[in-house]
């Protein structure tokens, strides 16, 4: 086979195959991406809000262990309420009402 003509090949072999890495490197990279936000839609859990009054007792740590979800941090719950209700601080006092979210 002449030289010039094997070059050639392998010239066209070498660039078919950088198109065929590309190709499967962007399928990868969208279906990846479709996946993560695939799962992420099934973990975004359905909302509604309570409207909760506030007892002589009550603290923000108790509320919010009370109307977590199970896979739900305390510490979440709370920085949730306080961010619903505007509250800059965990004081809280009996007669107050709180908006509470409660996740289905």
């Known amino acids: 086979m002449n ?4 070059r050639k ?3 066209k072999s070498r660039k078919m195959r950088e ?3 590309l190709v ?5 990279t969208i279906s990846a991406g479709t996946l993560a936000l695939g799962a992420q839609k099934e973990r975004e859990a359905e909302a509604y ?13 108790a509320i919010a ?14 920085y949730e309420i306080m961010k619903i209700n505007g509250m800059c601080s965990g004081n809280i006092r009996a007669g107050e ?4 979210p409660i996740k289905t």
């Open 97 to 100: 009402s709180l908006i509470v």
């Open 49 to 61: 809000y309570e409207c909760v009054t506030i007892h002589s007792g009550d603290t923000l740590w």
């Open 65 to 78: 262990q009370k109307y977590k979800s199970n896979d739900q941090k305390t510490e979440q719950m709370i």
């Open 9 to 11: 090949i392998v010239k």
């Open 24 to 28: 499967l490197t962007l399928a990868l």
């Open 19 to 21: 198109k065929i890495f």
């Open 3 to 6: 030289h010039c003509l094997l």
